[in-house]
């Protein structure tokens, strides 16, 4: 069975770091695309950024140079390290597995980031 | 990157069939058969109900059904039923840098 676990959330202060991990099991994280997708609080669905299997990344021109997406396949992890973070990238973040014909076939619980003084 | 117009809210009652709209660009869904449809649930991650602009996953209702022409995809809810509620979104592969684009959200509600 796929599933998909994230942690990592938490609040943090503006400016600062966080690194968010997702822990896959029942399939490899590095033949498949794997993403990342936020949802801020009472809004919609937003793209964050997806790693293919050859290692290209893509980034949403609002995380672009603050965030770095990343895995691990000795422990079957994706990450998303996020820094300079910004009030607005308060959200629930999503850890999904991607389909070659881009679509998301399967999400995790999601873990929620809040940025706040 | 815009995000896909969609309407921000669409009703139903019990049984009839109700359709949500999901328009870009030549960039995005016009110029490629990658659309997709989710559905969510309050305070659930989202589940995936049609992908390739047609295509049902196993599991998925045969209520659900997509299409698309030019720009514009569409996701029909025929039976509506009171566990349809819930917010639905598209998505689409997009040509510009960030590569998949969400659309801006539907809340169905069931009357």
């Known amino acids: 069975e796929v599933q998909l676990v994230e942690t990592g959330g938490g609040l943090i202060q503006p400016g600062g770091s966080l690194r968010l991990s997702c822990a896959a099991s029942?399939?490899?994280?590095?033949?498949?695309?794997m993403s990342w997708v936020r949802q801020a609080p009472g809004r919609g669905l937003e793209w964050v950024s997806v790693?293919?299997?050859?290692?290209?990344?893509y980034y949403a021109d609002s995380v672009k140079g603050r965030f770095n997406i990343s895995r691990d396949n000795s422990k079957n992890t994706l990450h998303l390290q996020m820094n300079s973070l910004r009030a607005d990238d308060t959200a629930v973040y999503y850890c999904a597995r991607v389909d070659y014909s881009d679509y998301v076939d399967s999400w995790g619980q999601g873990t929620l980031v809040t940025v706040s003084s | 990157q815009s995000a896909l117009t969609q309407p921000a809210s669409v009703s139903g009652s019990p049984g009839q069939s109700i359709t949500i709209s999901c328009t870009g660009t030549s960039s995005d869904v016009g110029g490629y058969n990658y659309v997709s449809w989710y559905q969510q649930h309050p305070g659930k991650a989202p589940k995936l109900m049609i992908y390739?602009?047609?295509n049902r996953p196993s599991g998925v209702s045969n209520r659900f059904s997509g299409s698309k022409s030019d720009n514009t995809a569409s996701l029909t809810i025929s039976g509506l039923q009171a566990e349809d509620e819930a917010d639905y979104y598209c998505?689409?592969?997009?040509?510009?840098?960030?590569?998949?684009?969400f659309g801006t959200g539907t809340k169905v509600t069931v009357l």
């Open positions: 029942g399939f490899s994280v590095r033949s498949n695309y």
């Open positions: 998505n689409s592969y997009t040509t510009s840098s960030t590569l998949y684009v």
């Open positions: 390739g602009v047609n």
């Open positions: 790693i293919y299997t050859g290692g290209t990344t």
